[in-house]
């Protein structure tokens, strides 16, 4: 029922085609005076034209002659040889229908996954070979089925719970392989997950927090009519179940090597030395996920400082409130991991005993030396152990 059955491409902007470029020649020329007081932004760093050869579309093969990009995020500094990303917009609409509007990172990104991938398999073996398995799998839920549900009208919210418990189910078991200790791990993922999904619906409904906080939000929200706290709720599922499986296959693995290295603990004492390890990987885990929201949200930051707001209104902004919720959200689920999972490993861990070497060591009696047969010693014997003392001559 979730899966995007005949969902036709997304109805975009005609905003016209991108296409493939490389630069053959730059002419830069000197730029003109602006007032004082324009913003640095609007001023352009470099004027003048580039030469590019179209080598994508219908026009490959062909030298176009276009100006030197200009704006926040342009490629200001092409020289000869950069391969760049041309826009192409229909004839007719400007006089100079190609347009330079980013650099084509294509080889340098295969150079990166190709380097990824290498050092995956070389430290992992065969177990990185099956990570690697699960994570082009991830990417496909993600691309095929959660981004084409939401679009096609899905409740946002439950496509990212379908598709995290899928993700999570062929990323553990395939990565780790069937056992008790995956499944242990997957039983306390998935309760982790509802746990967090409950805590943020509560949290978005008592901050009043509709998701919808830049440009990019309220196009979804405008053209493609999507639920955008739901998309939020959704949001936070995906980025906390990334760190929970982490949590819940380490402390999985810790109550199973505790159970091989002692197997007369009781669950209490399994769970209680569970606990230990889960707390001081709590702590690290925590600040990982906090500094991950705040790296993304870095320049937003900036922004807001550079404004000068007060801290109570900087705090309270639906922007803010939204990266505050992500973070706490994913905190608390993180942390209802831990005690769920190791709950669960300590449980069933003991309801396989450990085995005998051989049904001969059970019943085979400790073995004593009667005493009756036990050979007195004297003193010669203390003195000269097993070696027959030395006799005296005789005359």
């Not at 034209?49 to 342009?74: H, K, M, Q, R, Y």
Request: overall charge negative; aromatic content about 6%; proline content about 7%.
């Amino acid at each position: 029922m979730l899966w995007p059955y005949g969902l036709e491409d997304a109805e975009g902007f005609d905003e016209g085609n991108e296409e493939s470029g490389k630069v053959i020649a730059v002419l830069e020329e000197p730029c003109p005076e602006y007032e004082d007081g324009m913003p640095t932004g609007m001023v352009p760093e470099r004027c003048g034209t580039v030469l590019v050869e179209v080598t994508s579309g219908p026009d490959a093969g062909t030298e176009i002659i276009t100006d030197i990009p200009f704006g926040p995020g342009s490629p200001v500094d092409v020289e000869s040889g950069d391969r760049v990303v041309l826009m192409h917009l229909p004839e007719g609409q400007i006089e100079n229908p190609y347009h330079i509007i980013d650099y084509e990172r294509g080889q340098a990104l295969w150079a990166l996954l190709i380097a990824f991938v290498v050092a995956i398999i070389a430290f992992g073996r065969w177990k990185g070979a099956r990570a690697l398995v699960s994570l082009a799998l991830t990417f496909a839920l993600v691309l095929l089925f959660i981004v084409p549900g939401i679009l096609d009208g899905k409740p946002p919210l439950l496509v990212a719970i379908v598709g995290a418990s899928a993700i999570m189910l062929a990323s553990l078991y395939i990565t780790h392989g069937w056992n008790r200790s995956t499944t242990m791990a997957v039983l306390g993922t998935l309760g982790s997950l509802l746990i967090t999904g409950v805590l943020a619906g509560a949290a978005v409904n008592l901050a009043q927090i509709n998701g919808i906080i830049d440009s990019e939000t309220s196009l979804l929200s405008m053209h493609y009519g999507i639920d955008m706290s739901g998309l939020l709720l959704a949001g936070i599922l995906i980025g906390a179940l990334g760190v929970i499986d982490d949590v819940t296959i380490s402390q999985s693995a810790t109550v199973d090597e505790l159970t091989k290295a002692n197997p007369r603990y009781s669950r209490l004492q399994l769970y209680t030395a569970g606990m230990r390890v889960g707390r001081a990987h709590i702590t690290s885990v925590v600040n990982t996920l906090v500094l991950a929201y705040a790296g993304a949200a870095l320049p937003l930051l900036v922004l807001i400082a550079a404004a000068a707001q007060p801290l109570d209104q900087v705090v309270t902004s639906q922007l803010i409130a939204t990266e505050i919720a992500r973070a706490v959200i994913g905190t608390l689920g993180l942390i209802a991991a831990v005690p769920l999972t190791t709950g669960l490993a300590a449980w069933f861990a003991k309801q396989d005993p450990p085995k005998p070497k051989s049904d001969a060591d059970v019943l085979k009696p400790p073995t004593k030396r009667p005493a009756a047969t036990r050979k007195k010693r004297d003193i010669h014997d203390v003195a000269w152990g097993d070696e027959e003392p030395p006799h005296p001559k005789t005359d």
